[in-house]
Structure formats: structure tokens, C-alpha cells
């Protein structure tokens, strides 16, 4: 039985951080760094069991939405009539052994070899297509594979040259990564690409290692009566992730917010501009799952540490870590 999300005992800058980015996918994903055992990979899969469904082209193998069946390589807007249904938000993890045709697609061997056809085998960028790709200990994945996804992630698409193949797909989806960094950096590249970045540490709360000790003998006891038991609680989240990405069209985003983050940005040396634009859409989207009607102060301070930390380049001169400098600039801007 999957841990329910709201039975995760600690780690509130974790659990705030995936909240939002699934009110606003645009964001740019989740990367969550911190010690072992910490619940990451559980929080990330927790997630999965709270998004609601999603409307798209019933029995398409790459989860087009109505909008976008034209471009679908299986034209399921002509052979399929374009009959929509609601299905899963798609969570694919991307295991680090994957090879690249299983991540990008291939020739179908079945049917080039029983039926003589040329034919496309989508991968697990297309089945996560609007959805979720979670990659646990994202630091160790092969760095062709990195390549790959830094591609994807900047275009939306995914482009298919090989086997007398071309293959054109969109592949839009939200990157969850986890990893410890004693085991080894991530490459700059593949950092800048995550909207937030989140430190996660040990407890060290006698009370909350007990109760954790609690929860998760509980789930493999009994998992169903653990997972009845916070049903409720779940359910709770998932109404308020349903009005927040229904609201988040409508909240406001004032002068003296967009004022706040670029003064902000600029205090802490920010590299480029998607700083800013990450603090705008996570601000905003806090609001929304707040149910506030505007972006304001309060939502920027408690999503910036997040949006910022990892675009901080090092000082020599200042070894405080990024966190730090961030909390220090946000009381001498805001008090």
C-alpha cells in the first residue's frame, strides 16, 4: 500500500513544494535533496494518489488532450472519433538503468517483424505526457539521459530520428527528482530546469521519529485500515488542489509583488530571469491553494527559499549556504 501524503510526519517545505507545483505544472517540477530515508521517494508517490483525473482522447497511448489530438503521431482524432474520457494523471518513475529507446521510443519490433509494418513504440516520455516523471537519485542518472531530458524539457517535445523513423510528439510533463548529495552534484543544467528545489534533513524531534516509527508500523500491519484512516485527510487534499487549480486563473498578481521579486532576485544575485518568473508562478499558485485572491508578501516569503536557492552562485567570500542568504536577504528587504 502507497504511504498516504497526509500521514508524512515533518517535512512541510517538501510537501508545500509539491502541492504547488501540481496546482501550477508550469512551474517546472520539484527537486528534493536531503538525507537518506527521509521520506523523499515517498512523498514524491504519496503525490500520485492525489491528483485527480484528466481529460483526455480515450485509448490514446500518449495521453493527448482534446485540444492537441491533431498532432498526435496516431492521428487518434481521425481513427478514434475523438471520444474523450477522464483517465490517471500518468506518474512514470524513470528507473537509472533505462536505456535511451526506453525512454525516448523505438521501432516496434512485434509488428516490423510479424507484419512487416514500420511502426512506433512510444517510451516512458510519452506515457508521461501531462503527467509526472519521478526519477529517484536523479545525481547517478547517465548523462546521455540527462541530455536527453534537457532537451525535452526545453522544447515540450519529443523528436524521434532512427530506424527509418521520424516521430514527432508532445512530452510535457512535470520533473520530480530525488537524490542524496553525498552520493554526488547534479549537473547545473539539469538543476536550473526545476522550478523548486527543497532541502529535506533528518528529525530531530524525539517525538516526531517515535511517531514516524508509529505511522509506518501501522501501514505494515494493516496497510487498508492505515490508509481508511487517512482517507479523510487525503480526501481534504485533494478538494484543495481541485479549487486551487481552478482558482489560479483569477488570483491576482499585484505591481508590488512583481516589485518584491525582482528586488529580491537581485539582492540575492540571482542568475537570469527564471527567478523571477518561478517566484511569480509559485507565489501565485500558494495563493491559489491558500484560497487567497492575490498574490501577496506573505505567499512570496514562504515560496522563496525554494524558487531561489538553487540559482544562487557560490561566493567564496560568503560560505553560508543559500538558505541562509536567502532568509538573511528576505529580513533586510521585508523585515
Known sequence: MPFPFSAI??????????????VDPRIGGVMVFGDRGTGKSTAARALSALLPP????????????????????????ETK??????????FVDLPLGATEDRVLGALDLERALGRGEKAFEPGLLAKAHRGYLYIDEINLLEDHLVDLLLDVAASGENLV???????????RFVLIGSGNPEEGE??????????????VKTPQDIEQRIEIMRRCDALERNGAAFAADWADADAKIVKRLAKGKKALPNVAMPESTLTDAATLCMAVGADGL???LTLMRAARAYAAL????????????????????????RDVLDETGSTVRIDRALTELFG
Open 81 to 90: 472519433g475523438a471520444k474523450t474520457a477522464k483517465v490517471p494523471v500518468p
Open 54 to 77: 484528466m481529460q483526455a482522447i480515450a485509448g490514446c497511448r500518449y495521453n493527448c488532450a482534446p485540444e492537441e489530438a491533431h498532432r498526435c503521431p496516431d492521428k487518434c482524432a
Open 274 to 276: 527564471r527567478g523571477e
Open 290 to 313: 491558500e484560497g487567497a485572491k492575490s498574490a501577496e508578501r506573505k505567499h512570496l516569503r514562504a515560496v522563496a527559499p525554494m524558487a531561489l536557492r538553487h540559482r544562487l552562485r
Open 9 to 22: 510526519v515533518g517535512q512541510d517545505e517538501m510537501k508545500r513544494a509539491l502541492l504547488i507545483s501540481a
Open 186 to 199: 547534479l549537473r547545473p543544467q539539469l538543476l536550473d530546469r526545476f522550478g523548486l528545489s527543497v532541502e
Open 161 to 171: 530520428e532512427r530506424e527509418g523513423l521520424s516521430v514527432r510528439h508532445p512530452a
